[in-house]
C-alpha cells in the first residue's frame, strides 16, 4: 500500500436520537432527573466488520456510562439492512429503543414520523450547547428550519496519506494535484510483485456515492436540481464518476483486491 484514501472516523455521519413513546417511558424518567433504576435501551448501528465486533467495542463504553450515572444500558447493534424497517416500526408502534443510532441520510425520514424527540435549545443546553457541534454536522439533524429531532454522534472525514520510505525510495514528492497523484501511483505500481500505488475501499457502497458527489462537484456537477429531480447523468457527475472509476480501470493504479472492501 503506497496511497490510500481513507475515512477517519465512521463510514457514515450517525446521528443519536431519542424516541419518545419507547421502552415503557423509561427515557422519560431518566429525564426528570431521577436516573435510579432507570434501564433504556440503545440501538447502535454496525460500524465495525461485524454485529458482535461492534458489541465487543461498546460493551466496557457501555459499562463506563453506567458506572457514571446509573442507568442501565440494555444495548442491541442492529444490521444497516433492519436499521430503517425496524426504526420505523418501532415509529409506529411505540415499542422500540430509548435511544438509536441512525444515517444522516435517515433523520428527515425518521423526523417526519413526529416519534423523535426534539432537540431545542433548551434541550441542546443539557449536551454542551450548540456550539458543542460542527455546524455542518448539526445541520444535516433533520428538516432545514426545523427543531433537530437528533444530534452528531460520528462524523466522516476524507483523507489522503502515503508512505514516506517508498516515496524516498521511488525518488517521488507528495503529490499535490490530480495530475501528480496519478504520476505517484503509477510510478509505484508493480503488478507483477502485487503492488499497487493506491488504495481505496472501491466496493464500500456509501464512500462510492461519497466520491461521486465530491468528483461530481469538482467537475461543476451536482447529483440533483434545485427541484430536486436527479441529475446523475449530468456532464460534471459523469466526468467525476469517470474519473474516480479511471484509477481503477483506465491507469490500473488501484489493488484489484480492494474490490472486496
Same mark, same amino acid.
Given at each position: &500500500?503506497?496511497?490510500?484514501?481513507?475515512?477517519?472516523?465512521? @463510514?457514515?455521519?450517525?446521528?443519536?436520537?431519542?424516541?419518545?413513546?419507547?421502552?415503557?417511558?423509561?427515557?422519560?424518567?431518566?429525564?426528570?432527573?431521577?436516573?435510579?433504576?432507570?434501564?433504556?435501551?440503545?440501538?447502535?448501528?454496525?460500524?465495525?466488520?461485524?454485529?458482535?465486533?461492534?458489541?465487543?467495542?461498546?460493551?466496557?463504553?457501555?459499562?463506563?456510562?453506567?458506572?457514571?450515572?446509573?442507568?442501565?444500558?440494555?444495548?442491541? !447493534?442492529?444490521?444497516?439492512?433492519?436499521?430503517?424497517?425496524?426504526?420505523?416500526?418501532?415509529? !409506529?408502534?411505540?415499542?422500540?429503543?430509548?435511544?438509536? =443510532?441512525?444515517?444522516?441520510? =435517515?433523520? @428527515?425520514?425518521?423526523?417526519?414520523?413526529?416519534?423523535?424527540?426534539? %432537540?431545542? /435549545?433548551?434541550?441542546?443546553?443539557?449536551?454542551?450547547?450548540? /456550539?458543542?457541534? !460542527?455546524?455542518?454536522?448539526?445541520?444535516?439533524?433533520?428538516?432545514? $428550519?426545523?427543531? #433537530?429531532?437528533?444530534? #452528531?454522534?460520528? +462524523?466522516? @472525514?476524507?483523507?489522503?496519506?502515503? =508512505?514516506?520510505?517508498? %516515496?524516498?525510495?521511488?525518488?517521488?514528492?507528495?503529490?499535490?494535484?490530480?495530475?501528480?497523484?496519478? +504520476?505517484?501511483?503509477?510510478?509505484?505500481?508493480? #503488478?507483477?510483485?502485487?503492488?499497487?500505488?493506491?488504495?481505496?475501499?472501491? $466496493?464500500?457502497? =456509501?464512500? +462510492? &456515492?461519497? %466520491? +461521486?458527489?465530491?468528483?461530481?462537484?469538482?467537475? $461543476?456537477?451536482?447529483?440533483?436540481?434545485?427541484?430536486?429531480?436527479?441529475?446523475?447523468?449530468?456532464?460534471? &457527475?459523469?466526468?467525476? !464518476?469517470?474519473?474516480?472509476?479511471?484509477?481503477?480501470?483506465?491507469?490500473?493504479?488501484?489493488? #484489484?483486491?480492494?474490490?472486496?472492501?
Amino acid at each position: &500500500m503506497k496511497i490510500r484514501i481513507l475515512t477517519a472516523g465512521v @463510514v457514515t455521519l450517525t446521528l443519536a436520537s431519542t424516541l419518545v413513546a419507547c421502552s415503557g417511558g423509561s427515557a422519560g424518567s431518566a429525564g426528570a432527573g431521577s436516573t435510579g433504576g432507570t434501564t433504556i435501551t440503545y440501538w447502535a448501528t454496525n460500524q465495525a466488520a461485524s454485529v458482535d465486533a461492534d458489541t465487543k467495542i461498546l460493551t466496557p463504553e457501555i459499562a463506563k456510562f453506567e458506572k457514571q450515572t446509573g442507568i442501565k444500558v440494555n444495548l442491541q !447493534v442492529v444490521p444497516w439492512t433492519s436499521l430503517t424497517p425496524n426504526t420505523l416500526a418501532a415509529a !409506529v408502534s411505540g415499542q422500540g429503543p430509548d435511544v438509536v =443510532n441512525i444515517g444522516n441520510t =435517515n433523520a @428527515v425520514t425518521f423526523q417526519s414520523t413526529g416519534a423523535f424527540y426534539p %432537540f431545542d /435549545d433548551k434541550a441542546l443546553q443539557t449536551l454542551g450547547g450548540k /456550539d458543542r457541534f !460542527v455546524a455542518s454536522a448539526l445541520a444535516t439533524a433533520g428538516a432545514a $428550519g426545523q427543531v #433537530p429531532t437528533s444530534i #452528531p454522534l460520528y +462524523s466522516q @472525514v476524507y483523507g489522503l496519506y502515503y =508512505n514516506k520510505k517508498l %516515496f524516498a525510495d521511488a525518488g517521488i514528492k507528495p503529490p499535490t494535484t490530480w495530475e501528480e497523484l496519478i +504520476s505517484a501511483a503509477k510510478a509505484l505500481t508493480k #503488478p507483477d510483485q502485487h503492488k499497487y500505488g493506491i488504495s481505496i475501499p472501491g $466496493g464500500t457502497v =456509501n464512500l +462510492s &456515492m461519497h %466520491f +461521486s458527489f465530491i468528483f461530481g462537484a469538482q467537475n $461543476g456537477g451536482s447529483p440533483f436540481d434545485k427541484a430536486g429531480n436527479p441529475t446523475f447523468t449530468s456532464p460534471g &457527475m459523469v466526468k467525476g !464518476v469517470k474519473q474516480y472509476v479511471d484509477l481503477l480501470s483506465k491507469y490500473h493504479v488501484v489493488n #484489484p483486491s480492494d474490490a472486496q472492501y
